[in-house]
Every structure is written in structure tokens, then in C-alpha cells.
């Protein structure tokens, strides 16, 4: 395939936090091939002049739920599998379209949605799935039910053979959930041995847990993503520290809920938990920024409110640096994924992921919140998927 060569970008660093001007970047067979500050010819090439735009990677997702296309449960359970696909298929196009070129999903995508994508049957972003999403007897969402070390251990083979890239564990309640938010899933004996099984897959474990208590038996015994953790406290940044750990946030979720009126019907005890979260989450985040804790983009968005996914942005702008939010959203979702230097960065290398917008989303982060008119192109594996430059 002939290179295609974009010249006279602004490369965004999401490491640095900086914008190197005048870059050339040249992209062969879906991935980046060199990044540099002269001018490059190829007689052969396709070129692109960006005219000193910014060029930044394609934004990394680490907390979605791709197959959930409706919010109602017992109506997705409904569905033809076929119909669920072509559902399925619209809410990838739409993230893509929204610049994101992986999802890191948390419950239900499996195998079959992953190599849609890779095989271009579906236009979306990169999917890295877990299978279901595995929790105790009473716990929450659309799960696999597993009690005790055996069940436990047989799921995640089972997964893990399928080809899952990490497995989710409920370790306590949720906002739709039976379950108290404060109530904690699984015993430490049944979370070793799960973390114990995926490693042994060279996976990891994903932690659904929302208290402070929860999230720190968790992070004792080798879970290595929190996700949501709205109720941390300071007791539970030192075990991030000690254990390496990540923290996915997921806040979009919480405030499309509430402003969402008739549609998702959610109980008032749901409510009630709602605005709980909401307001101990942005101080958690803000608790975890200022103690330089490694934090991924997550939305944990479903059905008609996956149009919501960029709201992540303006959430996190109220307490974080765009800087600090676009490293969530790149560099360290890489690191999340385990592809760094494959993905959220523009080195040699890494796959043709690629974003060009329209101004400095370092100065003023809320331009990625409109991406119709602010995205002029998108590539994923150096494939023009939009281009309006
Ligand atoms: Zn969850
Ligand atoms: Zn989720």
C-alpha cells in the first residue's frame, strides 16, 4: 500500500502535555513509520497537508459498554442476535465518530464484536473485551453468577480462552443494583483466587467497586483497575500507590442519568444513590489528580446516552488540567490496555490512530466535546474513516 505522509502537523504530546509544531508524520500499512521536523517526500505517497492543525492519537475509552444498546435489560435479553449486532454496530460507529479508536469494554462484548471490527465488517474503534461481566449471587447488571474459588476459576478460563483481555469482578453494589452501594461482593479468599487465575492467563483483574472499603480490599489483593471508585478517600491512594494500580472514574454516566428524563426509569432508591456518587466523585478525582495516581477516561454509558461519551471531558475539566484529562484519555489508557507504544501516542510504531482537530485541545479541552465540526479527520489504523479537512 502506498504511505501517506501528513505534513506541516502540530503533533500533540499527550506525555509532555505539549504540541510539537511542524512535524511530519508518516503512516505505512496502518501503522506510524516516522515523526519528524523535516519535510518528508515520497513520490509514491498520498500527502495531506494539515497546515499547522494539531494532530493528536485517537482517544482511548477504558470503561464502555458496547453491546449494551439499550438501557433496558429485559429488552436487550429480547433481542435476535442478529438485531443486537446491528445495534451493536451503530454504537461503535458512533464512538469512532466521536474520535475514539479503542474501547477497553466492561461487560458483554465478546470475540465476536472484537474481530467485526479488526476484520472491517464493523466501523469502530478497537475493541479489547472481558466477556461478561462476572459477579456473586444478588450482585448487579447483566452477569455471570459465580460463587466460590471453583466457579470463580472456571469462568476466567473459560474467558480467558475465548480470548478476553481482562475479566470484570462486581466487588460491590451499583446504582442499578439490588445491592448497597456500601455491601461488598465477593470475600478476599474468592478475589485472590480470581486475581490469582487471570494472572496466571497473564491478565488482569477489573474491579467494580464503588466505597473506599471495597475499593481497598480490592487493591490488597491484586485488582489492578478500580472502576467508578467514587468513595475513595486518601486511605485508598496509598494502596494505589503501593499496588501500581489505575483508577477509572467513570462520571459521565452518573450526570446523564440524572438529566435524563422519561426513558430510564430508575427508582427512587436508585436516584437517591445517584446523587450521592455524583458529587463524592468529582472529589475523588480530584483526590487522585493531586496525588499524581495513574487515572483512565472512563463513561460506563448505555443505550440512548452513548452520545454522552465526550461529557467525560467538561466533567473531569471542573477539578483537572485538559493535559492531565488527555493523558487519561491516551497515553495512560495505553498502559491500561497494555499496548504502549501501540496506542495514545504518535511514535514509530504505534498504530495509525489518528485525530486531526481543529485548534489546541491542551488550551481548551471542551473542543472535543463537539466532534462534528471540530474532528476534520479521522484515521484509525491509517484508514480515513472521516475526513472533512
Ligand atoms: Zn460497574
Ligand atoms: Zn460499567
Same mark, same amino acid.
Given at each position: 500500500m502506498n504511505p501517506t505522509i501528513l505534513l506541516n502537523a502540530s503533533v500533540l504530546d499527550p506525555r509532555a502535555g505539549t504540541l510539537l509544531p511542524d512535524r511530519s508524520v508518516v503512516i505505512r500499512d496502518g501503522s506510524i513509520e516516522e515523526v519528524t521536523d523535516t519535510r518528508v517526500r515520497a513520490k509514491d505517497a498520498v500527502t495531506i497537508d494539515l497546515r499547522g492543525r494539531t494532530l493528536m492519537p485517537g482517544l482511548i475509552d477504558s470503561?464502555?459498554? *458496547?453491546?449494551? *444498546?439499550?438501557?433496558d435489560f429485559a429488552e436487550l435479553r429480547s433481542w435476535s442476535p442478529y438485531y443486537s449486532a446491528a445495534r451493536v454496530s451503530q454504537v461503535l460507529r458512533g464512538m469512532l465518530l466521536r474520535g475514539f479508536t479503542t474501547v477497553r469494554d466492561m461487560g458483554g462484548a465478546d470475540h465476536g464484536v472484537a474481530r467485526a471490527v479488526e476484520e472491517g465488517l464493523f466501523d469502530g474503534p478497537r475493541v479489547l473485551f472481558g466477556g461478561p461481566i462476572i459477579a456473586p449471587?444478588?450482585?448487579?447488571?447483566l452477569t455471570r453468577i459465580c460463587d466460590g474459588e471453583t466457579e470463580l476459576r472456571r469462568a476466567i478460563r473459560e474467558q480467558m480462552a475465548l480470548g478476553a483481555h481482562h475479566v470484570k469482578l462486581t466487588l460491590s453494589g451499583g446504582i442499578?443494583?439490588?445491592?448497597?452501594?456500601d455491601s461488598l461482593g465477593y470475600s478476599e479468599q474468592e478475589i485472590r483466587a480470581a486475581v490469582d487465575e487471570a494472572s496466571l492467563a497473564r491478565r488482569y483483574v477489573a474491579g467494580h467497586a464503588y466505597t473506599a472499603e471495597a475499593v481497598n480490599r480490592a487493591l490488597r489483593c491484586g485488582v489492578r483497575t478500580i472502576e467508578h471508585?467514587?468513595?475513595?478517600d486518601e486511605s485508598s491512594v496509598e494502596l494505589f500507590r503501593q499496588h501500581e494500580a489505575f483508577y477509572v472514574p467513570t462520571l459521565a454516566t452518573y450526570f446523564a442519568l440524572t438529566q435524563q428524563? *422519561?426513558?430510564?426509569?430508575?427508582s427512587d432508591e436508585s436516584r437517591r444513590k445517584l446523587h450521592d456518587v455524583i458529587d463524592a466523585g468529582l472529589h475523588a478525582l480530584e483526590l487522585a489528580d493531586r496525588a499524581g495516581l495513574e487515572i483512565g477516561y472512563g463513561t460506563d454509558l448505555h443505550g440512548a446516552l452513548?452520545?454522552?461519551?465526550?461529557?467525560e471531558f467538561s466533567l473531569r475539566a471542573q477539578v483537572q488540567k485538559p493535559a492531565d484529562i488527555l493523558r487519561a484519555a491516551t497515553v495512560t489508557g495505553a498502559e491500561i490496555a497494555g499496548m504502549t507504544g501501540h496506542i495514545g501516542e504518535i511514535v514509530p510504531?504505534?498504530? *495509525?490512530d489518528l485525530l486531526v482537530v481543529d485548534g489546541n485541545p491542551l488550551e481548551?479541552?471542551?473542543?472535543?466535546?463537539e466532534p462534528e465540526r471540530r474532528l476534520l479527520l479521522i484515521m484509525r489504523n491509517g484508514a480515513v474513516v472521516k475526513n472533512i479537512l
Open positions: 470503561h464502555v459498554h *458496547a453491546t449494551q *444498546a439499550s438501557a449471587t444478588g450482585g448487579h447488571g442499578i443494583s439490588t445491592m448497597r452501594v471508585g467514587n468513595l475513595i428524563g *422519561a426513558g430510564h426509569a430508575l452513548h452520545d454522552r461519551q465526550l461529557t510504531g504505534a498504530f *495509525a481548551d479541552i471542551a473542543l472535543l466535546t
